[in-house]
């Protein structure tokens, strides 16, 4: 059984510039998070996503969004990007009851 | 009232001891407390997870101790191997928010 698959792993941007990080759920999956994590501030919630609708939010700026397409499959989109942007992003899938997640290997963004 | 203390921060452990890794919360609407363990280059993966009602939950050598009153709980890590060495990060979870708030995490190094 596939895990969940994040693409791509690598990815180093300019300022200013903005990016897409891909997330593909686990086969049946219908949740979708996505999550920051940085050796400062850990791990910290982004946005969670289920049959296409946000359902929760967390505390980051709007330059951060994200959505989900009918087949589950999730992106988050991060514009105008700032080096204090630099951070792995984890997406991680779960059947819907908001437990259970498994993470993928995430998308290590550096921001020069 | 949304954090998730973790400590230690770090720990050594000789092969074959007990590594102890302790989490305190506030929010009492939490009911949800995931364990997941973190290689370098990796994603977290769920280690085992309990719910308040239940006081101890063991899988394997990993047992999850719950104190409800204190708003604590703890993973014992039996038998410890230097293939534990690794991050583990502690959650809780309020019902119905889809979002998982992580604790700090705990650098684990075992010594053959």
């Known amino acids: 059984k596939a895990g969940v698959t994040q693409t791509p792993r690598y990815l180093i941007k300019t300022r200013g510039q903005q990016v897409t990080l891909s997330c593909s759920p686990i086969?049946?999956?219908?949740?979708v998070s996505w999550y920051q994590q940085t050796p400062g501030q850990g791990l910290q919630f982004l946005f969670e996503?289920?049959?296409?609708?946000?359902?929760n939010k967390g505390n980051f700026p709007g330059r951060f969004s994200g959505r989900q397409f009918s087949n589950s499959r999730s992106e988050m989109n991060v514009s105008t990007l700032e080096l204090g942007d630099s951070a792995l992003y984890l997406c991680a899938s779960s059947w819907d009851r908001g437990e259970g997640y498994t993470f993928g290997s995430g998308t290590r963004l550096t921001v020069v | 009232q949304q954090q998730v203390k973790q400590s230690p921060q770090s720990l050594i452990v000789q092969k074959g001891g007990i590594s102890i890794i302790n989490c305190a919360y506030e929010n009492t609407a939490f009911d949800y407390f995931p364990w997941y363990q973190q290689f370098p280059g990796k994603g977290p993966a769920l280690l085992i997870a309990?719910?308040?009602?239940?006081s101890e939950k063991k899988e394997g050598r990993f047992t999850i101790s719950f104190n409800k009153s204190a708003k604590q709980f703890s993973l014992h890590i039996m038998d410890s191997q230097p293939g534990d060495s690794a991050t583990y990060f502690c959650?809780?979870?309020?019902?119905?928010?889809?979002?998982?708030?992580f604790g700090t995490g705990t650098r684990l190094k075992v010594l053959a």
């Open positions: 996503y289920f049959s296409e609708t946000q359902r």
């Open positions: 086969s049946g999956h219908r949740s």
């Open positions: 959650a809780a979870s309020n019902p119905g928010t889809y979002k998982y708030i």
């Open positions: 309990i719910r308040p009602d239940v």
